[in-house]
T-cell receptor, first 115, second 112 residues
Framework: SAVISQKPSRDICQRGTSLTIQCQVD?????MFWYRQQPGQSLTLIAT?????????ESGFVIDKFPISRPNLTFSTLTVSNMSPEDSSIYLC????????????FGPGTRLTVL | GNSVTQMEGPVTLSEEAFLTINCTYT??????LFWYVQYPGEGLQLLLK?????DKGSNKGFEATYRKETTSFHLEKGSVQVSDSAVYFC???????????FGAGTRLFVKA
């Protein structure tokens, strides 16, 4: 398995500001994923972050709003830019630790509230 | 496209009751199927998985069997505990892919 930590665990932010969420893994992984879980909803994939290349964004998500960095094989950041109350969600980092079984491991999440 | 459909919640049960949470899927090829659990205030944890037809995944008393003929992966537990109260997500990943598709989640409340 993989141990994943996220910072911050929660934050309350003002409209129009930006927040950067950090994800740290205890071992090197090829692929890291960022998900959004809106209140009472399921998980929606925002983007896939590979080290050494630009992130791949899913339909409905753009780099200007959710810039992602992946400087090495154990770390990634997701920035939520120019926030609005609609961005209030839990943001989850995930890694694909066992490539042969497609199993994903998730961080504890960052609970974001935008006022 | 690929999709996962779960029974709507919340599901409220008394302790020691039998649990079934239905999950059906639509996918091309031969997906792997998963159940993840999210306890209050925590991230998702893998509960069990099955990678091919007729496989049974099991963990912590929970079971689910990969039924290709009915495209289903229903979660069952014979006797639930209060500590099983959580949100349960059915999910799939398709052949050769790393993108996981999640169902909407089913919230389970177990009363003492």
């Amino acid at each position: 398995s993989a141990v994943i930590s996220q910072k911050p665990s929660r934050d309350i932010c003002q409209r129009g500001t930006s927040l950067t969420i950090q994800c740290q893994v205890d071992s090197q992984v090829t692929m890291m994923f960022w998900y959004r879980q809106q209140p009472g909803q399921s998980l929606t994939l925002i983007a896939t972050a590979n080290q050494g290349s630009e992130a791949t964004y899913e339909s409905g998500f753009v780099i200007d709003k959710f810039p992602i960095s992946r400087p090495n094989l154990t770390f990634s950041t997701l920035t939520v830019s120019n926030m609005s109350p609609e961005d209030s969600s839990i943001y989850l980092c995930s890694v694909d630790r066992e490539l042969s079984t497609d199993t994903q491991y998730f961080g504890p999440g960052t609970r974001l509230t935008v006022l | 496209g690929n999709s996962v459909t779960q029974m709507e919640g919340p599901v409220t049960l008394s302790e020691e009751a039998f649990l079934t949470i239905n999950c059906t899927y639509t996918a091309t090829g031969y997906p792997s199927l998963f159940w993840y659990v999210q306890y209050p205030g925590e991230g998702l944890q893998l509960l069990l998985k099955a990678t091919k037809a007729d496989d049974k995944g099991s963990n912590k008393g929970f079971e689910a069997t990969y039924r290709k003929e009915t495209t289903s992966f229903h979660l069952e537990k014979g006797s639930v505990q209060v500590s099983d109260s959580a949100v349960y997500f059915c999910a799939l990943t398709n052949t050769g892919g790393f993108k996981t598709i999640f169902g909407a989640g089913t919230r389970l409340f177990v009363k003492a």
